[in-house]
């Protein structure tokens, strides 16, 4: 499985191939549907393994707080994850850029990020939000993820021990790295 680590800031950024569901984590996020339901591809993946624990707390917020804007975030229990907790976003459906979705996916990533270390948690792996059912083009959707989390670890430094991006294929994992040469020195 490929592999690749950068530092920034005092934090480890660290690009892996690999099942969001397996990353031993403090918290691990979610590609979330608004109404914090199952559904398919990672949220499936992360209800499946996580059991009652995520899917019952998700379908409380849900009761309580109504649909989950995109961009916003929320915390439940980990379940029967390796990772305590589950941040779930909700990242843009992929309309052609025209509609705000890169400033959405940014939202997205930073909202994760700042719940994470609202919580006092140090490690957090993000799956490749919006790039599955919600179509968002790998290449640009690496870039807006890689600069954002750059960018939030350059203004929050030492608050963060690990930031994870787990790429669930080969592909993805040399978007990421890719877009990583594009973005560090920016
Ligand atoms: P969205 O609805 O935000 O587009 P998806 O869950 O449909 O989210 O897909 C997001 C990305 O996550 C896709 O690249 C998909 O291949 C990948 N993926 C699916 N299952 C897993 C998993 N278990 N671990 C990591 N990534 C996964």
Not at 156 to 174: C, H, I, M, T
Request: charged share 20%; glycine share 12%.
């Amino acid at each position: 499985m490929e592999r690749f680590e950068a530092e920034v800031e005092g934090t480890r950024l660290v690009l892996v191939q690999g099942d969001i569901t397996r990353q031993e984590v403090e918290a691990v996020v979610n590609a979330a549907n608004p109404d914090l339901t199952p559904g398919g591809g990672v949220s499936g993946a992360i209800h499946r393994a996580g059991g009652p624990a995520v899917t019952e707390a998700a379908a409380r917020l849900r009761r309580e707080r109504g649909p989950l804007p995109t961009g916003e975030a929320v915390l439940t229990p980990g379940g029967n994850l390796p990772a305590k907790y589950v941040i779930h976003t909700v990242g843009p459906v992929w309309h052609g850029g025209t509609q705000g979705e890169p400033e959405l996916l940014a939202k997205a990533y930073r909202s994760c990020l700042s719940l994470a270390v609202a919580h006092g948690l140090r490690t957090l792996a993000f799956p490749n939000i919006s790039t599955g059912a919600y179509g968002y083009p790998v290449d640009r959707a690496a870039e807006v993820a890689l600069r954002t989390v750059r960018d939030f670890l350059r203004e929050n430094p030492g608050k963060l021990a690990e930031v994870r991006f787990v790429l669930f294929s080969a592909s993805d994992f040399q978007a990421y790295r890719a877009a990583w040469e594009r973005v560090k020195g920016l």
